[in-house]
């Protein structure tokens, strides 16, 4: 309820969202994903879609994600995501890659059922093309963007490496880890690191974190202004 009566200070900004796991195919049958279940892009794709924002949410979807009144684009692969991410962003005012795009994937996806034989089996994997890298190194002047960083050590050194490396403005680190933290549950403990610092966060809600990704996309338009 109080996020319904949030201010509509996003007004007039065209955000995207990316939310969910990839799904890389190696067969008819078979794929390699990842446990992230969407939560918490969904929930950056609602608050800046309460707080006024036009919200096109690129959404994983084998997992069904769907947030009412943002204009939902399913994907599968990585290399789907990119595409949207290509096709929706350049007029974005932010992008938030909160997508847990693979890596690697496959290197042949095999036509028909790969049948099982005596002994191992080895899969040759290629990399995928690294989404935010790319926005980062293409960025028009005004897409602000934000990663999000999922470590199990060194959060961050490595996270920050990340925000410079990615040519990001915000980098969402959190630790796999910290209790209330990762995948599949409604809370989350991460640490918001940008060109000011890092700030660690309390434990809180999916939704109150994406309320604070919300503010700081506001109050780096507001000071652009
Ligand atoms: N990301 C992306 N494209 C990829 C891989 C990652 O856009 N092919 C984005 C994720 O959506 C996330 C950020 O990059 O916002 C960081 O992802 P993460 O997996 O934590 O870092 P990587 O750069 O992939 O490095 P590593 O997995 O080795 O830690
Ligand atoms: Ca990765």
Redesign the pocket.
């Known amino acids: 309820v109080r996020e319904l009566v949030c201010p509509k200070d996003m007004a007039g900004m065209k955000v995207v969202v990316?939310a969910g796991a990839t799904c890389e195919p190696m067969d008819p049958v078979r794929y390699i994903t990842n446990h992230s279940t969407g939560k918490m892009g969904c929930a950056v794709a609602r608050a800046c879609m309460l707080r006024g924002a036009d919200v096109t949410l690129l959404c994983a979807r084998d997992a069904g994600l769907r947030v009412p009144f943002v204009r939902n684009v399913p994907f599968v692969t990585?290399k789907d995501?990119?595409e949207a991410?290509k096709e929706n962003v350049m007029d974005a005012d932010a992008l938030v890659?909160?997508?847990?795009?693979?890596?690697y994937r496959p290197a042949v996806v095999a036509e028909d059922k790969v049948k099982k034989a005596d002994g191992a089996l080895s899969l040759a994997l290629e990399?995928?093309?690294?989404?935010?890298?790319?926005?980062g190194a293409n960025k028009p002047e005004n897409l602000y963007l934000?990663?999000?960083?999922?470590?199990t050590r060194d959060l961050i050194e490595?996270?920050t490496a990340?925000l410079h490396?990615?040519n990001l403005d915000l980098?969402v680190a959190n630790n796999l880890k910290v209790p209330g933290a990762g995948f599949g549950v409604d809370t989350n403990v991460v640490t918001l690191i940008s060109a000011d610092g890092a700030e660690s966060l309390p434990l809180q809600s999916k939704d109150a974190v994406a309320m604070r990704i919300a503010d700081e996309i506001v109050k780096h338009r507001k000071a652009k202004q």
């Open positions: 990316s990585a995501l990119f991410v890659m909160a997508a847990a795009v693979a890596d990399r995928t093309d690294d989404i935010l890298a790319w926005a934000c990663g999000f960083s999922m470590e490595n996270s990340k490396k990615k980098i």
